[in-house]
């Protein structure tokens, strides 16, 4: 295999699999809860509420949109940084604009929609 095919196949498959990775290991956490749940209503007749909870739980906690916004807002920065100081022919900071509107809409989101408090 060429190498000018195979560098691409690397770049775009390995994006694949930092975005894919964390759906994949949420899926089989709650895997493993649902199964220890189905094995406790086998043994015992009833659910233990502890497991319940584990998977009603909302693990989202009230900072969460304010801190993906400024990780996002920090990315497009880095973009338009990244853009302004080379010569690509693509202008990279009109792209920075994507990541930039996302990160502002969840900073927007944390303080005009706030959660509640998880314990």
């Not at 199964?35 to 659910?47: L, N, P, Q």
């Not at 940084?81 to 792209?95: C, E, H, K, N, T």
Request: hydrophobic share 55%; glycine share 6%.
């Amino acid at each position: 295999m060429e190498v000018a095919i195979l560098v691409p196949l690397i770049v775009f498959g390995s994006i694949v699999l930092v975005i894919a990775m964390p759906f994949y290991f949420r899926h089989r956490n709650r895997r493993v809860i649902y199964d220890a749940i189905k094995t406790s209503v086998e043994k015992t007749g009833e659910a233990d509420p502890k497991l319940i909870e584990a998977i009603t739980h909302d693990t989202i906690g009230p900072n969460a949109d304010l801190r993906r916004g400024i990780l996002l807002l920090c990315f497009a920065a880095a973009l338009a940084v990244i853009g302004m100081a080379s010569d690509f022919d693509l202008p990279l900071w009109s792209v920075a604009f994507i990541p930039g509107l996302i990160g502002a809409a969840y900073v927007g989101f944390h303080f005009f929609i706030p959660r509640e408090a998880t314990v």
